[in-house]
Structure formats: C-alpha cells, structure tokens
C-alpha cells in the first residue's frame, strides 16, 4: 500500500509503522540479518497502513555477494498473503492456529480427486470436514453418500457397500443398489472406516484398484468413479501393525491424510464455538441471545472436553 517513491531508503522498521501485529516480521528479518541464515515461515501476522490486519507466508534470505561471501549486503523478504479460508469455510467454526491449518489443508485438496483419510477422536467434526471437502469439490453437484461403518452390523455393510441381487441371501426380496453405486460420479464418505472387517476390506480395495466390484450373490461387476473420504477415530497405523487393519487398504486410503486435533489442544476455540451454539439455541427456540460469563467461560475452558465439540454442543 506504500508507492515505491515513498519506500526508497526508508528502514523496514519505518515501512512496518508502530503497528504490534508487525513485529513478528520485523523480528524475522532481524534474525536473518543477525544469523545469516534463511527463514522459512507461514502464517505471519501483518497489518498495512490501512489497518486490514492478514497472514503471510514468507522466506527471508540473506543477501551476500558470491565474491564476498562473507560480507552482507542486507535482507530479502519475500511474502505473499494467505487467503482467508473463513469465506471458504463459513459453517466450520475454529481460528485456533492448529484447526487453521486442518482448513488450509481441507480448502487446498477439495478441488482435487485425490483420497482422503481424515483421523481424530470421536466428535471432532471430521463428517463436519468431508462435507466442506464435497462442497468445494468439482463433484459438488454429484451425489455424496455417508456411511458410517460401525453403526451396521457386520453381515449387512457389504450389502450396504456393494448392493445384492434378489435371493442373495435371506429377506433379500429384491434389487438393491449399494453406496458404491449410488455415489458414481460423486464422493462417498466411510466413516469409522477402522471397524470394517477383513472381508468388506478386501472389496473395498477392489474398487480403489480397479474401480468395479460385484454385489453381494451377483455375478457381473459393476464399474464406478467414486471419490473417497474416509474417516476413523482409531490409529489406522497401529491397526495395520496389530493385523487388524490391511496395509495395503491402508496405502490405498492414506494418499491425503490429516488429523482434526481435540478440543482440548486448540481451547482459544472453545468460547467461539459456545457462543455459535448459544446463537444456535436461541434461534431455534426462538429466545433472545444470551451469553456466557466470564465465569462460566472459565469453567469451559478448564474442562479437557473428552467428547470434544459434540459434548461442548450437548453441554450448551
């Protein structure tokens, strides 16, 4: 925001103005000068003249002459400005720096068609994440089919999956199409993808190799352009080295993979995510806004939330 006539000769500390929000940028270029050595940083805070306060990512590297390696002439600092991934992501609520980098990484893979293995504890919003994943996707306009894995019983999630024909097995009255098939074209979302058996594994993998698969007491394969999202509150590592989980499922799934950190490790999100769902409460029940006091606040910020925002939302 400053014309390069008005730049000349001034010292960056003069450019950066008194702004507080600047002096991490100031105190980089310092180190750089001060240790020679080049710097690499993401999101630094940087506030121009106008006051509209953002992030950076930056590299500032010392400049020297080759023939006098030794003597230093002075600094680069090259940046750019990080985009706001809050106008991206409006419905997802959390501007701690660790939850900022899970949307960074969400808003960065969406438009692509790569698989996605999001990890975290139970009621950490990763179904929250795969939604936000399919509505910045290309395939936004093609179906997304969730499925969570646990909550079938283990003789009926193939026939979930893969659909069966009539007569494949008892109560099998008819044709039934499976997620697999009813998300071509679309993305499909398997939640709690670490309590699926060995065998349903097996089919799974067939469709990520080949892209078809074959319903349950049918004959013919089907084929399928389905993106995958999958999710697990569990160590899918730990899983493959105990043999519950297969390795090569798990290189399969783990193309992107990202994990969504507890409440407990990002609690500066803590009283914005209470006041969202205080907002919340008030307009379906149709009372006026409330909110919390500095007592309360602290009672919410001293508890570790082992439920994580689902508890936190139940608690409010």
């Not at 940083?41 to 006098?68: D, I, Q, W, Y």
Request: with cysteine; hydrophobic share 40%; net charge neutral.
């Amino acid at each position: 925001e400053i014309p390069l006539v008005e730049a000349r000769h001034k010292s960056l500390s003069d450019l950066l103005g008194a702004m507080p929000a600047n002096g991490v940028l100031l105190t980089i270029a310092q180190n750089v000068l001060r240790d020679h050595e080049e710097r690499v940083h993401n999101r630094v805070p940087f506030c121009p003249p106008s006051g509209k306060e953002t992030l950076l990512s930056l590299k500032a590297s010392p400049l020297k002459l080759k023939s006098e390696p030794q003597e230093l002439l002075g600094a680069i600092v090259a940046f750019k400005e990080q985009p706001d991934r809050s106008k991206e992501l409006p419905e997802i609520v959390g501007r701690s720096q660790q939850f900022t980098e899970v949307l960074d990484l969400v808003a960065k893979i969406a438009p692509t068609d790569s698989r996605v293995l999001i990890m975290g504890e139970s009621g950490t919003g990763k179904g929250l994440l795969a939604n936000a994943i399919h509505r910045l996707s290309p395939r936004k306009d093609k179906p997304f089919i969730k499925l969570n894995c646990a909550a079938i019983p283990e003789g009926l999630l193939e026939s979930e999956l893969f659909g069966h024909e009539k007569g494949a097995f008892t109560g099998a009255v008819g044709k039934k199409p499976g997620k697999f098939e009813l998300a071509n074209g679309g993305m499909i979302f398997l939640d709690e993808i670490g309590d699926m058996s060995p065998s349903t594994q097996a089919k799974v993998l067939q469709v990520l190799q080949e892209g078809e698969f074959t319903p349950v007491g049918g004959s013919q394969t089907k084929k399928v352009d389905v993106r995958i999202i999958a999710a697990t509150n569990k160590d899918l590592f730990m899983e493959v080295q105990q043999g519950r989980f297969r390795e090569d499922l798990f290189y399969r799934l783990n193309v992107i993979t990202f994990n969504v950190p507890p409440l407990r490790e990002r609690k500066s999100d803590i009283p914005l995510l209470a006041d969202y769902f205080l907002e919340e409460v008030a307009k379906r029940s149709n009372n006026e806004n409330k909110s919390f006091s500095r007592s309360a606040l602290d009672l919410l910020l001293a508890y570790p939330w082992p439920g994580n925002v689902r508890e936190l939302e139940n608690a409010v």
